[in-house]
């Protein structure tokens, strides 16, 4: 979304309310409309990113796993709907458990998270189901904790009597 008409719009405002006054207020006027650019920007992406917040807060209400994310790229502005409902169809088995679901935050480096989302496109399912697989994978099917390496050793070592 870019934020340039709306920052126009409040341009055209402000000269237009200053005209009455005479050529030197209108030229003031245009002075303060340049000036207040980046700041009007940073108030209607504010705006923006609160919106965002109110409605994912809404969704959550409604029972929804849904979220709205408010994305800023220089003076673009884009929201990305992140729907991470899961179908009970879409996550492997697990065994039987009386757990409630849980939310956790997860931090991931911006080009993890991209290829997260890729991958979890690529298999038509949602971010936070590829995730529910992925994790569920590693702690079910590999054993129990964190793995090293693609290799692991079957060798025993001690000592024999003979």
């Given at each position: 979304?870019?934020?340039?008409?709306?920052?126009?719009?409040?341009?055209?405002?402000?000269?237009?309310?200053?005209?009455?006054?005479?050529?030197?207020?209108?030229?003031?006027?245009?002075?303060?409309?340049?000036?207040?650019?980046?700041?009007?920007?940073?108030?209607?992406?504010?705006?923006?990113?609160?919106?965002?917040?109110?409605?994912?807060d809404d969704l959550d209400k409604a029972g929804s796993d849904a979220s709205?994310?408010?994305?800023?790229?220089?003076?673009?502005?884009?929201?990305?709907?992140?729907?991470?409902?899961t179908d009970v169809a879409e996550v492997p088995p697990t065994p039987p458990?009386?757990?409630?679901?849980?939310?956790?935050?997860?931090?991931?480096?911006?080009?993890?998270?991209?290829?997260?989302?890729?991958?979890?496109?690529?298999?038509?399912?949602?971010?936070?189901?590829?995730?529910?697989?992925?994790?569920?994978?590693?702690?079910h099917s590999r054993g129990s904790g964190p793995q090293r390496g693609a290799?692991?050793?079957?060798?025993?070592?001690?000592?024999?009597?003979?």
């Open positions: 979304m870019d934020l340039t008409p709306y920052i126009d719009s409040l341009r055209r405002s402000l000269t237009a309310a200053a005209a009455p006054a005479g050529d030197d207020a209108a030229q003031t006027a245009e002075l303060l409309a340049e000036a207040l650019d980046s700041g009007a920007r940073l108030a209607l992406m504010e705006a923006l990113s609160e919106a965002a917040a109110e409605i994912t709205v994310d408010l994305k800023i790229r220089g003076k673009d502005v884009s929201f990305t709907i992140n729907n991470v409902e458990s009386d757990d409630d679901v849980s939310r956790i935050t997860l931090r991931l480096p911006e080009s993890l998270k991209e290829d997260v989302e890729a991958a979890a496109a690529n298999s038509g399912i949602s971010v936070n189901a590829w995730l529910v697989r992925a994790v569920n994978g590693a702690v290799k692991h050793s079957q060798r025993v070592t001690g000592y024999a009597r003979a």
